[in-house]
């Protein structure tokens, strides 16, 4: 079946560090790849996405690429914010209104 | 534009005891999840319907967990009896088309 491997947290840096949160999956079809945000006392929303290979989502300064070669998604943000420091989500879906499959998640403490 | 509401936000019960938790989703939202999240593990899904049919209930131990989407619009999630290993966040979700739009969730701790 579906699976989402992301990266143990939980993640510590200092402000305006550069982030990588590591993604890969298996999937049978041609899925749809997301990045949820959980930040404290607030429920998941969407951060970004990506429906096809290649493709870059993007938002609030951070990117991920769709790559279908090595199947990850890796979340970056070039300079992070403590604003910043949330649990974080990979997923993936194989079309619209299909399930999500999540990651564990990903804890990101930014300090000052 | 409301976002999916979810009620209570917190409960707290016996284990053996029942309880149900509410969903109200995005307007126009024919998709709705219901996912289950443990302390430290992702959403993982329970059920999601289409309109008031079932699409996946493959997740769903339904020796204990029942629930049911009324006129395609609300839902309910029941637990009964409960046990000690339900002590999760039940999260409602909504969607169109790619984009699922989450609700805050209910915390159950079960005792």
């Known amino acids: 079946g579906d699976s989402v491997t992301q990266m143990e947290g939980p993640v510590t840096l200092s402000e305006e560090a550069f982030l990588t949160i590591n993604c890969t999956y298996t999937?049978?079809?041609?899925?749809?790849l997301f990045w949820y945000v959980q930040y404290p006392g607030e429920g998941l929303q969407l951060l970004l996405k990506?429906?096809?290979?290649?493709d870059k989502g993007s938002n609030k300064g951070f990117e991920a690429t769709y790559r279908k070669e090595t199947t990850s998604f890796h979340l970056e943000k070039g300079s992070v914010q403590v604003s910043d420091s949330a649990v974080y989500f990979c997923a993936l879906s194989e079309g619209g209104n299909e399930k999500l499959t999540f990651g564990t998640g990903t804890r990101l403490t930014i300090i000052p | 534009e409301a976002g999916v509401a979810q009620s209570p936000r917190y409960k707290i019960i016996e284990k053996r005891q029942s309880v149900a938790f509410w969903c109200n989703p995005i307007s126009g939202h024919a998709t709705l999840y219901w996912y289950q999240q443990i302390l430290g593990q992702g959403p993982k899904l329970l059920i999601q319907?289409?309109?008031?049919?079932?699409?996946?209930d493959s997740q769903l131990p339904k020796d204990r967990f029942s629930a049911e989407r009324l006129k395609g619009v609300d839902s309910t999630l029941k637990i009964q009896p409960a046990k000690l290993e339900d002590s999760a966040v039940y999260l409602c979700?909504?969607?169109?088309?790619?984009?699922?739009?989450f609700g805050q969730g209910t915390r159950l701790t079960v005792v």
């Open positions: 319907f289409q309109n008031n049919g079932v699409v996946d």
């Open positions: 990506a429906t096809k290979a290649d």
């Open positions: 979700a909504s969607s169109f088309t790619v984009e699922a739009f």
């Open positions: 999937a049978t079809g041609y899925p749809s």
